[in-house]
Structure formats: C-alpha cells, structure tokens
C-alpha cells in the first residue's frame, strides 16, 4: 500500500499470509489479498453521520479461515468509530442497511471474538 493507508500481514487458519490493506479513505475500506489476489473485502456507507458496513465479502476457497474476523480486528484498532448494521435491521422493516446470513454469522463471531461490541451496532 502507498503512502496513504497501511498493510498488515497475518496468516490465516490454513497457513496462507494473507496481506490486508486499510487506506485512509473515508469512508473506510478494508482490503485481504493473497499472492497479490484480492480475496476480500469489508465496506462501509455513510449513513446519519456514522460509517455503517455496507458490504463484506470473503472468497469461498478463503472463507472460515479468519480473513474477515481479522479485517474487523485490524480497522478496530485503527478506527473504533465504525459501526455494523443494527440486528433489529431487516428488509422487512424496510431499512437500507441489514445483516445477511453470513454478515450476521460474521458480526456474531466478532463479538464473541471481542473484535465487536454492542457499542458498535449502528443506533437506530
């Protein structure tokens, strides 16, 4: 990564160094490479003045391997002030931002983890 952001180095559950690139955009971003391959993502929207997670994504021969755990992790550590979609959000309640099966399998996995607290819940 250039000047304007960092990359952090980890190795993954399956032994692969997985490089994860964080520019200092706003709003954040959150890159995981492989061999120069990008393999995934975190993404966030501006919503009320916060930054809300919009997207993430992990590639299937790369996922349940703690890419996307460690993504949060290492945005945490830089940036607290980044929030994930409120679990009482769905498309029922017609709110733009909601937690899909994965994204919620993911945020409940980053609590657990003490990556993510409730704090970190967008407020209604």
């Keep these: 990564m250039d000047q304007f952001g960092m990359t952090i ?22 890159g995981a490479y492989h061999s120069g391959k990008k393999i995934g993502h975190l993404a966030f929207a501006e919503y009320n003045d916060i930054a809300v997670l919009e997207s993430a994504d992990v ?18 550590e830089l940036n607290d002030d980044v929030y994930v979609p409120n679990r009482c959000w769905s498309s029922a309640t017609g ?30």
């Design 9 to 30: 180095q980890f190795t993954d559950k399956n032994g692969r160094v997985i490089d994860i690139e964080i520019p200092d955009d706003w709003s954040p971003k959150v």
């Design 59 to 76: 590639l299937p021969a790369y996922q349940k391997s703690g890419i996307a755990s460690q993504m949060f992790k290492e945005l945490i």
């Design 95 to 124: 709110h733009e931002f909601y937690l899909s099966t994965e994204g919620a399998a993911l945020v409940n996995a980053c609590m657990r983890l003490g990556i993510l607290s409730e704090k970190h819940e967008a407020p209604w």
